[in-house]
């Protein structure tokens, strides 16, 4: 699914300057960083309630370039700022995250685990 498409559907907004313009076909939803650094993935959206830099980092660690940020929450400038250096792009939407995850995997998104 490419990122348009997961923005139409989440009722999105990017923040972010950077703008991955990979194909998704896997997600995994979290609020755990220390859970997200045990994968290896690729082409993976991480979805999170979670806003704050540690998430930035995190991402940056296991090579995850997109997150939702989900509960209607907004990421803060610092988030923002170290997102754009590490080419992740921040996409913040209304929705759960339980919401999020059924709309993607209802459009054929694959569960990490």
Avoid at 16 to 32: G, H, M, P, Q, R
Avoid at 64 to 75: F, L, P
Wanted: proline share 2%; with cysteine.
């Amino acid at each position: 699914m490419n990122l348009q498409s997961i923005i139409k559907l989440v009722n999105g907004k990017i923040v972010t300057k950077s703008k991955v313009s990979a194909y998704f076909n896997i997600a995994l939803t979290s609020d755990l960083m220390s859970d997200i650094l045990t994968l290896d993935v690729e082409n993976a959206i991480l979805i999170t309630g979670l806003n704050n830099p540690q998430t930035i980092r995190t991402m940056e660690m296991s090579d995850i370039h997109c997150v939702i940020i989900g509960r209607g929450k907004e990421v803060s400038k610092e988030m923002i700022q170290l997102a754009d250096k590490c080419n992740i792009t921040i996409i913040e939407s209304p929705f759960t995250v339980f919401k999020i995850s059924g709309l993607l995997f209802l459009q054929g998104i694959k569960a990490v685990y």
